[in-house]
């Protein structure tokens, strides 16, 4: 059941200090599936009718409707295939609401946002879908008022969606984890996302992780290879771009001072790997993109 037709009007809660905006609901239209995406918001898309394929950062996947896809401020993502696509989108800025400065209090970070792995979506179709509705239309209804916008009722309504999709999506992760008797495996790979999140400044070897974990290099490179489609490496400098980029569209720091906090003592090595993953100097992506944020 659609809950926003392609011809309504964009809704807007305009920014506090510029001639931006906090929070804007639109139907999703055409064009995004037309080019590549970079917004300076936080995006959550709802896709109600038709099928498609996403591509982001590293990877590529399949949807079909009804399913919510979510993106970090500055992540490219562009649908390379789109069929009958319907629904709405939600943004919101950092200043609205920063997921990165409150990562404890609905804990959607991680696992709607910034998850490299995982893909960034969350399949609808077995979902009782009620709670989100109720949350999206709470939300949509105070930012039509036509005056005095409560800025704070808003914002709780915001957070009770994300509460309510981050119960969903940690329900279809416990859901699609392997059988036993893959017990050991499911562990093994809880233990190495949890060690790349805290190591992956001073750590970038798989021979590290696997000595962590008291297994050979070679075994669990083919794990997360099974697990993930990808190299323990890839996996690896993955987390290691996503942070850079942060950095670099979030702060005012240099390259070399972005290079020494992720563990590179030679700068210059360091902007050669991130052109080699990403097809650009960390110089050109903060220029680009803080020529689309304008």
């Given at each position: 059941m659609s809950i926003f037709?392609?011809?309504?009007q964009a809704l807007i809660?305009?920014?506090?200090?510029?001639?931006?905006?906090?929070?804007?609901?639109?139907?999703?239209?055409?064009?995004?599936?037309?080019?590549?995406?970079?917004?300076?918001?936080?995006?959550?898309?709802?896709?109600?009718?038709?099928?498609?394929?996403?591509?982001?950062?590293?990877?590529?996947?399949?949807?079909?409707?009804?399913?919510?896809?979510?993106?970090?401020?500055?992540?490219?993502?562009?649908f390379t295939?789109?069929?009958?696509?319907?629904?709405?989108?939600?943004?919101?800025?950092?200043?609205?609401?920063?997921?990165?400065?409150?990562?404890?209090?609905?804990?959607?970070?991680?696992?709607?946002?910034?998850?490299i792995y995982d893909r960034p979506m969350i399949d609808l179709e077995t979902v009782n879908q009620d709670k989100l509705q109720r949350a999206f239309t709470d939300l949509r209804t105070e930012l039509a008022?036509?005056?005095?916008?409560?800025?704070?009722?808003?914002?709780?309504?915001?957070k009770v969606f994300l509460i309510h999709?981050?119960?969903?999506?940690?329900?279809?992760?416990t859901d699609t984890m392997p059988e036993a008797p893959s017990e050991k495996r499911h562990v093994l790979i809880k233990e190495l996302t949890d060690l790349i999140?805290?190591?992956?400044r001073s750590k970038k070897s798989p021979a590290d992780?696997?000595?962590?974990?008291?297994?050979?290099?070679?075994?669990?490179?083919?794990?997360?290879?099974?697990?993930?489609?990808?190299?323990?490496t890839t996996l690896i400098q993955d987390r290691v771009i996503i942070e850079a980029?942060?950095?670099l569209y979030m702060t005012d720091k240099l390259v070399k001072e972005i290079a020494w906090e992720l563990g590179y003592e030679d700068p210059f090595y360091f902007s050669r790997m991130f052109k080699k993953y990403t097809g650009v100097s960390p110089e050109h992506i903060r220029a680009h993109y803080l020529e689309q944020g304008k």
């Open positions: 037709s392609n011809d309504e809660l305009p920014a506090k200090l510029d001639n931006n905006f906090d929070l804007k609901i639109k139907p999703l239209g055409e064009l995004c599936f037309r080019k590549v995406e970079r917004s300076r918001y936080y995006s959550i898309l709802w896709i109600q009718e038709g099928a498609g394929r996403v591509k982001y950062e590293f990877r590529e996947h399949a949807f079909q409707a009804p399913a919510l896809l979510f993106f970090s401020p500055y992540q490219p993502f562009l295939e789109g069929k009958g696509l319907k629904g709405v989108s939600i943004h919101f800025s950092g200043d609205f609401y920063c997921l990165e400065r409150h990562r404890e209090e609905i804990s959607c970070n991680g696992v709607l946002f910034s998850n008022e036509d005056d005095n916008l409560n800025r704070e009722l808003l914002l709780s309504y915001l999709a981050t119960r969903i999506k940690k329900t279809q992760l999140e805290t190591q992956f992780y696997a000595a962590l974990l008291n297994i050979s290099a070679k075994a669990l490179g083919k794990l997360v290879k099974e697990q993930f489609d990808l190299t323990l980029k942060r950095e």
